[in-house]
C-alpha cells in the first residue's frame, strides 16, 4: 500500500466531523460514522470545474433547471404503463418534492445513505432524485440476487435509510444495525413507511454542496462482494453526463430507451438523461424482447441502451414487418465486450450506427461506433472532457506510445473512491488518483485505445496463462456463434481447462469443439489457447443487470465435465504441457 493511498484508507476510519454530511480536509463523513476521501487532489477538482467540466451546482438543482425551462416536456415514460403518459418535468418534479418531505419528516438529511431497491419506473427515479434533493447519498442496487448481497452492500456502507419494492427485502434490513427507516412501494409492507403517503408539510429545498457524494455504483467486477464507487454530485452531472453527451452531440431531441436496470452502474445513465440533458426517458418494467420491441415502435426512441445480450435478443427476434422504428437515432451497447455478430445483427437489422462503449462504474470510459472493418480492440479515441487515459508498465511508469500496459483513467467522471472499502482504494486508484483498471490496453499513434484484455482474468493451464477475453473475442467472428463465453474448469493435472459455453445462431447448427477450434486455428489463434471443453447454452444465464453470469457459466461448465477425461482438440492436435519448459506446446 502506497503512503498516499494509505493515509486516505485510513481517513475513512476517522473520527466524524461536528456536522454530519460535511467535508473536512477532504473527507465527507455520514452520520453513521462511514468515511468518504476524495482521492483526486483538490486542485484538480478545481480546475475542472473553472474549465466547465464539471458544474458548481448539485444534481437536484441541475435537475429544477430542467423543471423551469421546460416544465411540459415529457420526462419519464413506462413503457409497461398502459396509459403511456408518464410524467412531464413538472409532475415529476412534484413527486421528487413529495418523497424528499416524505425523507425529511422520518430525519433523513445530509449525511445520511438511503439504498433504493426499486424495479425501473416513477417510483425508482423520483426516489433517486428525492435522496439528492435532501442532500442524502443513494444507494440504488437492482432487484435480483441474493441476502448476501443486501447485507454487503447495506452493512459496509452503513444505510441509514432503504426504499423497497419487495417484503423479503424488508426483513433482510431488519438485521441491519445502523438501518432504522424503510420505506416500502407496497402499502402494506410490514415495518415499512409507504412511499406513496402524503407528507404533512411542503418540503423545502436545502443547499447541497455539489462536491459532496451524491450517487453510489455498485458492480460485482472481479471482487467475491459487489464493489461500491462513491460519485459527487459534479462527476456525475459533469464527467459522467459529458459521456452521455458525446455518444450522439448532434441529437437536438433525446429519448433514451433504457432497457438495463436503473439501479445498475450501466442504469445510472437514467437519471443523468434528465437532470444533465433534459430527454425523455423510457423505461420498461423489466427486460423481456416482447417489451422491449412494444417500446421501440409506440415510444419511438432515439436511442437504446442495452447490454449486447439484449441488443442481440431484439435484433433475432424482430419481425421483419416491424417497420423502421423512425426516430431511432443508434443502438448503445456497454456493461461487456460487444461480439461482432451481436454488433452485425443489430446494425443489419436496424440499419442504425451501433455504439461500443468500453468503460466501467470505477470512472474509466470510451467510445466508438462499430464497423465490419473495425480494427480488433479499438474502443475509440479517449476524451479529457469525460476521463483522460494513460498507459502504465508494472512500475506505475507511463510507458511509451504504442507499447501496451495497464489501462489508468482519471477525469471529471473519476469517483471519490470505493465506499467503505479502503483494501480497494489501495488496490485500485495510485497516490495521485488514477483509477487502475486491471485491463491491458495501447494506445495507437492517432490516440485511439485499444483494449487487449484483462491483466488477471486468465485461465491458468499448466502455468500458461490463458486470455478469455482473447478467445472470446476470435470464437464472436464464427459464423454459427451468436454469443460465446469462456470460463475455467478444474483439473486435476493442469490445475484448469478453458471451457467455451456457445449459444448457436438461431436456427443454425449447434457448432462442433473440433470445428471451432479449426476455425480459431485459422484465425492465428495459438494451439495452446485453444479451448479444451465446449458447453452448448440455448439461452445464456443472465445476473441482475442483464450481462452474461460467469458465475453460473463456471459451475455449469465444471458440474458438466467434473470427472471426464479430455478429447482431441482440433484436427487432429491435442493441447499438451511439456513439463521441461512448463508451457503449453502441440502433440500428436
Same mark, same amino acid.
Given at each position: 500500500m502506497t503512503g498516499a493511498v494509505r493515509e486516505a484508507a485510513a481517513r475513512t476510519l476517522a473520527t466524524p466531523p461536528a456536522v454530519p454530511g460535511a467535508r #473536512?480536509?477532504?473527507?465527507?463523513? $455520514? &452520520?453513521?460514522?462511514? /468515511? =468518504?476521501?476524495?482521492? =483526486?487532489?483538490?486542485?484538480? &477538482?478545481? /480546475?475542472?470545474?473553472?474549465e466547465g467540466l464539471c458544474p458548481d451546482r448539485d444534481l437536484y438543482a441541475l435537475f429544477r433547471e430542467r423543471v423551469r425551462r421546460h416544465? *411540459? *416536456?415529457q420526462a419519464l415514460v413506462e413503457s409497461g404503463d398502459p396509459a403511456g403518459g408518464g410524467l412531464d418535468y413538472a409532475g415529476l418534479d412534484a413527486e421528487v418534492r413529495r418523497i424528499a418531505a416524505l425523507f425529511t419528516e422520518a430525519g433523513l438529511g445530509a449525511g445520511d445513505v438511503v439504498a433504493l431497491r426499486l424495479p425501473g419506473g416513477r417510483d425508482a427515479v423520483a426516489a433517486e432524485l428525492a435522496v439528492y434533493a435532501i442532500g442524502a447519498v443513494a444507494l440504488p442496487y437492482p432487484p435480483g440476487g441474493d441476502d448476501r448481497d443486501t447485507l454487503a452492500l447495506l452493512g459496509r456502507s452503513r444505510a441509514r435509510a432503504a426504499v423497497l419494492a419487495d417484503r423479503a427485502d424488508a426483513a433482510v434490513c431488519a438485521r441491519l444495525p445502523f438501518l432504522d427507516v424503510v420505506f416500502g412501494t407496497d402499502r402494506g409492507m410490514a415495518?415499512? #413507511?409507504?412511499?406513496?403517503?402524503?407528507? *404533512? #408539510?411542503?418540503?423545502r429545498p436545502v443547499p447541497v454542496d455539489p462536491a459532496a457524494p451524491a450517487r453510489v455504483l455498485v458492480s460485482s467486477g472481479t471482487e467475491t462482494a459487489p464493489k461500491m464507487v462513491a460519485y459527487a454530485h459534479q462527476a456525475v452531472a459533469g464527467g459522467r453526463a459529458a459521456y452521455l453527451r458525446a455518444l450522439d452531440p448532434d441529437a437536438a431531441v433525446r429519448r433514451h430507451l433504457v432497457l438495463v436496470p436503473l439501479?445498475? $452502474?450501466? !442504469?445510472s445513465c437514467g437519471v443523468v438523461t434528465l437532470v444533465a440533458l433534459g430527454g425523455t426517458l423510457v423505461v420498461p418494467p423489466s427486460f423481456s424482447v416482447p417489451e422491449a420491441l412494444r417500446a421501440l415502435t409506440v415510444h419511438r426512441p432515439t436511442h437504446v441502451f442495452g447490454v449486447p445480450t439484449m441488443l442481440r435478443r431484439i435484433a433475432e427476434n424482430c419481425p421483419a414487418d416491424a417497420g423502421d422504428f423512425p426516430g431511432l437515432r443508434a443502438l448503445v451497447s456497454s456493461g461487456a465486450a460487444l461480439p461482432h455478430g451481436t454488433a452485425r /445483427?443489430?446494425?443489419? #437489422?436496424?440499419?442504425?450506427? =451501433?455504439?461500443?462503449?468500453?468503460? $466501467?462504474?470505477? !470512472?474509466?470510459?470510451?467510445?466508438? =461506433?462499430? $464497423?465490419? !472493418?473495425?480494427?480488433?480492440?479499438?474502443?475509440?479515441?479517449?476524451?479529457?472532457?469525460? /476521463?483522460?487515459i494513460r498507459i502504465t508498465g508494472p512500475d506505475g511508469d507511463p510507458v511509451p506510445p504504442g507499447a501496451s500496459g495497464e489501462i489508468q483513467a482519471k477525469g471529471p467522471m473519476t469517483p471519490l473512491c470505493y465506499l467503505g472499502a479502503p483494501e480497494l482504494d489501495a488496490r485500485y486508484r495510485t497516490p495521485d488518483g488514477w483509477v487502475r483498471t486491471g485491463d491491458l490496453g495501447r494506445i495507437g499513434p492517432d490516440g485511439r485505445l485499444y483494449v487487449l484484455g484483462r491483466i488477471k482474468n486468465v485461465v491458468i493451464r499448466g502455468g500458461l496463462n490463458i486470455s478469455p477475453a482473447e478467445v472470446e473475442g476470435e470464437l464472436a467472428h464464427h459464423p454459427d456463434v451468436a454469443e460465446a463465453v469462456c470460463v475455467p474448469v478444474p483439473d486435476?493435472?493442469? !490445475?484448469?481447462?478453458?471451457?467455451a459455453c456457445v449459444r448457436p445462431v438461431p436456427g443454425g447448427p449447434v457448432p462442433v469443439l473440433a470445428d471451432l477450434n479449426a476455425f480459431l486455428l485459422r484465425r492465428g489463434l495459438g494451439k495452446r489457447k485453444l479451448p479444451e471443453r465446449f458447453l452448448h447454452v440455448p439461452v445464456m444465464p443472465l445476473g441482475p443487470t442483464g450481462k452474461v453470469c460467469r458465475r453460473t457459466l463456471t459451475d455449469r461448465a465444471g458440474d458438466a465435465f467434473r470427472g471426464t477425461a479430455v478429447v482431441p482438440q482440433g484436427p487432429g492436435v491435442e493441447v499438451g504441457l511439456d513439463a521441461s519448459e512448463g508451457v503449453n506446446t502441440p502433440s500428436s
Open positions: #473536512r480536509d477532504g473527507v465527507w463523513t $455520514s &452520520r453513521a460514522g462511514l /468515511a =468518504v476521501p476524495d482521492l =483526486v487532489p483538490r486542485a484538480e &477538482r478545481r /480546475a475542472w470545474t473553472e416544465p *411540459r *416536456r415495518g415499512a #413507511r409507504w412511499l406513496g403517503e402524503r407528507a *404533512r #408539510r411542503p418540503w439501479g445498475s $452502474s450501466f !442504469g /445483427a443489430c446494425a443489419e #437489422r436496424f440499419g442504425r450506427p =451501433v455504439l461500443t462503449v468500453y468503460g $466501467s462504474s470505477d !470512472g474509466v470510459n470510451c467510445h466508438t =461506433v462499430w $464497423s465490419p !472493418g473495425a480494427e480488433e480492440g479499438c474502443v475509440g479515441t479517449p476524451d479529457p472532457a469525460v /476521463a483522460g486435476p493435472e493442469l !490445475g484448469e481447462r478453458l471451457c
